[in-house]
């Protein structure tokens, strides 16, 4: 397994080591000692979660302020745009934010700590996202953050217009989000 710090350091994309023939392929998705050791502290998963969505569609960017999620993600059908922004008010690097395409095709997975707002847009027809998160969905504590507010510059990859919930077309701006500590 390969980890390569991202912009923001904590932000980790992982390539994990593929065992290919022409019978198809292997890897190990998950290593609980090994990801720990690599991110340098012991990390618990409670909650697992897959999603299928179509191509444009944007999902976020969400976050949870109380009972903070951090998040390994993944796409195991298709392709995503996949972004995570710093909302941790005391770092170097708070509002800014990194991107990464994940896909089916190159395997990459990327770690989203606790502290981050977190979203993706679709690239493929249809795309299969799975992710893992250390602490249970707490709808009542989610944040949305407006996906394509201008202060956050993010260069969504975007052909068409977007298909997005209501709730992710009413984001708040990011000057309005309550940040952590």
Not at 1 to 11: F, L, Q
Not at 21 to 39: I, K, L, T
Not at 130 to 135: A, E, G, N
Request: aromatic fraction near 12%.
């Amino acid at each position: 397994m390969a980890i390569e710090a991202m912009a923001i350091p904590e932000v980790l994309l992982i390539e994990p080591k593929v065992f290919g023939d022409d019978r198809g392929f292997f890897f190990e998705s998950w290593n609980q000692r090994e990801f720990s050791a690599r991110v340098g502290r012991e990390v618990c998963f409670v909650q697992d979660n897959h999603s299928r969505s179509a191509q444009n569609v944007v999902r976020g960017l969400h976050y949870q302020l109380r009972q903070p999620q951090g998040k390994l993600v993944r796409v195991v059908a298709g392709e995503v745009f996949d972004v995570a922004v710093d909302m941790r008010r005391s770092s170097p690097t708070f509002g800014r934010h990194v991107g990464a395409r994940l896909s089916s095709a190159n395997r990459s997975m990327m770690w989203v700590p606790p502290g981050f707002a977190h979203g993706f847009m679709v690239l493929s027809e249809t795309a299969d996202f799975l992710y893992k998160t250390t602490d249970y969905y707490a709808p009542e504590h989610e944040v949305t953050m407006l996906w394509n507010d201008p202060a956050l510059a993010i260069a969504w990859p975007l052909e068409g217009e977007p298909v997005l919930k209501p709730r992710d077309a009413a984001g708040l701006p990011f000057a309005q989000c309550e940040a952590f500590a």
